[in-house]
Every structure is written in structure tokens, then in C-alpha cells.
């Protein structure tokens, strides 16, 4: 009726209202509008070797903390940034200060972990990002071997040779590269066979039902065997319970993550737990 009408319509420009209000305190926060207060920082997840238990990565993923707003879910605040061009100059603060963490960890004695970076389409496709990374590699005296990019299958979906192109040079820098949220999107096996990537994150939409979804089960069984036969190491996303591990274990997946082993903690958290890893 006209009045549950003029109900949505002012529910609507509600949301478009605050939706424009936080792509405006999002640009403020990019651009670093108070001195010596920076509202963004970097959480770290644990990636853990099935077959050692040992941690031998880190996924770094961004968190945003805003007056306004509170802290924004990344689904959330990326989704704008990418919208907005904004991911541009917020992605390369992620890589800098993701090396620049990643410099204090092998200061610390505790460099022996790959630190992840996730890439989105537009900043896999400017032509910076190879001057950037190598910029930020040789200021905080880092190799190629100690960063991983994370792009999208999504992502590396879309523009198929441009996309071959800019990993093939990274690959040659010797950077790792995986396929996030594998599994989500439509990739052609022809086309993945030529990608210069070293692994494949199995979505956590397949492993939540893991034990009790016959599909999801055989999903996950095919993908990591598929990867295997390419040669491609399998990390598993969102490992909650001790039978998922033990479900991906049987299947040979190669790296766990998830809330099982830790949530994403900040750096000083991941410090004392790298710390207390060594000693155990
Ligand atoms: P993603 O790359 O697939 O990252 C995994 C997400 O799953 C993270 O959410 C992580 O906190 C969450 N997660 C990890 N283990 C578990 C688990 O056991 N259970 C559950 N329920 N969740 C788990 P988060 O941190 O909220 O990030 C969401 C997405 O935002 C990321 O998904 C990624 O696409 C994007 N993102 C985060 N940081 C960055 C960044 O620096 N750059 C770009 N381009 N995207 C980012
Ligand atoms: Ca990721
Ligand atoms: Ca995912
Ligand atoms: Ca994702």
C-alpha cells in the first residue's frame, strides 16, 4: 500500500544516507585526516601445517576502527573501497605495513612464517602494484619468499590475459600466489592449469558442512585432489572443529586455518603467540 511504499522508500534513503556516510568517513580515514591516528590496522590468522602442526604462515586482514561507525566489517568497508577507487590507496598502506610488521617479526626472531596479503581486482590490474611490492620488499629488507598474494578466483577470473601477465611477472619476482575462496566461482581447469600459482584456499562455504554435507564432502575431496594432480599445495579456510581438521587431514589437505587454531589477533597478540609456538 502507499503508506508501507513511502515505509521502504524512507528505509531506503536511510540506508543510501549512511551507506554515503561511511564511504565519506572511509575517504577521511584514507586519507589520514588526523595526524598520528591511523583508524586502520592489521589483524593476523594463523595458517598451520597439517601434517606437523606447525604455524608456517600468517594471512594479514585489515580491520578498520571508526569513530562513527565502530569497527566495520571488511565485507563491508572493502566492498565500498572497491567501489570508490578508494582500495587503491588503502591496498598499497596494507602492503607496506604488512612488510613493515612482517620486518619486525624477523627482528623479533620469528621471521620463519609467510605473511599473506590479499590483492582485490583493481589493485591486481594497476600497473603499480609490481613497483610498489618491490619497493616495500627492499625497504624493510625482505625476499620475495617471505609475502604471499591471496587474489580471488573471482578475481583472477576476470580479465584472464591481463591477469596471466601480472602474476606471470610475479611469479617470476618469486612471489606465492593462491586462489582465494576457490571453489565460489567458475574457473575454467584449462585456464587455472596456465595461472603460475603455488596454491588453492578451498572456500569455508565447503568446509562448515564438511562432515555432514555429502556435497560439500565431495567438493572438498575432488578440489584438493585436483589440486594435487597440478601440483598445487591445498589450505583449508574457516577450520572450526576438531573434525574438520581431522576430515581435511584424511583428504591430504596440506594447510589449516581457522578459528580452531586462533581467530585473527592483532600484531602485538600474534607476536606472543609465535613467541610461545617456538617454545612449545
Ligand atoms: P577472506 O580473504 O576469505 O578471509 C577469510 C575470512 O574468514 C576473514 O574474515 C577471517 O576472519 C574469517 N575466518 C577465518 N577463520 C574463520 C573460521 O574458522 N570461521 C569463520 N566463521 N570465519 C573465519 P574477515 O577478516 O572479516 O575478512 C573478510 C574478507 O574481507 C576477506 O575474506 C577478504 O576478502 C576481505 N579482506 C580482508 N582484509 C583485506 C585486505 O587487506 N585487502 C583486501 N582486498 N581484502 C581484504
Ligand atoms: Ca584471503
Ligand atoms: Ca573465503
Ligand atoms: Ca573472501
Known amino acids: 500500500g502507499r503508506n508501507n511504499h513511502q515505509f521502504y522508500t524512507a528505509r531506503m534513503n536511510e540506508a543510501a544516507g549512511e551507506r554515503l556516510q561511511m564511504e565519506n568517513e572511509l575517504r577521511q580515514a584514507v586519507s589520514g585526516i588526523t ?3 591511523c583508524e586502520f590496522s592489521l589483524h593476523f590468522q594463523p595458517q598451520i601445517q597439517t601434517a606437523t602442526g606447525k604455524v608456517i604462515g600468517l594471512e594479514a586482514l585489515l580491520r578498520w576502527d571508526n569513530p562513527t561507525f565502530g569497527r566495520v566489517s571488511p565485507m563491508r568497508f572493502i566492498a565500498i573501497a572497491e567501489e570508490t577507487g578508494l582500495i587503491l590507496p588503502l591496498g598499497d598502506w596494507v602492503i607496506w605495513e604488512t612488510c613493515r610488521l612482517t620486518r619486525s617479526l624477523k627482528d623479533q626472531g620469528l621471521g620463519d612464517v609467510r605473511v599473506a596479503i590479499n590483492i582485490s581486482a583493481q589493485q591486481l590490474r594497476h600497473d603499480n602494484l609490481l613497483l610498489l611490492i618491490r619497493g616495500a620488499l627492499a625497504c624493510y629488507d625482505l625476499s620475495p619468499q ?3 598474494l591471496e587474489v580471488t578466483e573471482s578475481t583472477a577470473m576476470q580479465n584472464p590475459e591481463v591477469t596471466l601477465s601480472i602474476l606471470d611477472q610475479l611469479a617470476a619476482m618469486g612471489i606465492m600466489l593462491a586462489i582465494d575462496d576457490f571453489g565460489t566461482g567458475y574457473s ?3 585456464y587455472l592449469k596456465h595461472l603460475p600459482i603455488n596454491r588453492l584456499k578451498l572456500d569455508r562455504s565447503f568446509v562448515t558442512d564438511i562432515e555432514t554435507d555429502a556435497n560439500d564432502a565431495a567438493i572438498c575431496t575432488a578440489t584438493i585432489a585436483l589440486g594435487h594432480s597440478l601440483g598445487l599445495e591445498l589450505v583449508a579456510e574457516g577450520v572450526e572443529t576438531e573434525e574438520q581438521r581431522d576430515f581435511l587431514a584424511r583428504l591430504g589437505c596440506d594447510v589449516l586455518q581457522g ?14 603467540y609465535l613467541q610461545a609456538q617456538r617454545i612449545a
Do not use: Q, R
Not at 259 to 269: H, I, N, Q, T, V
Open 188 to 190: 575454467s581447469l584449462a
Open 146 to 148: 617471505d609475502i604471499e
Open 35 to 37: 595526524p598520528g591516528h
Open 259 to 272: 578459528y580452531l587454531y586462533s581467530k585473527p589477533m592483532p600484531f602485538a597478540d600474534v607476536v606472543a
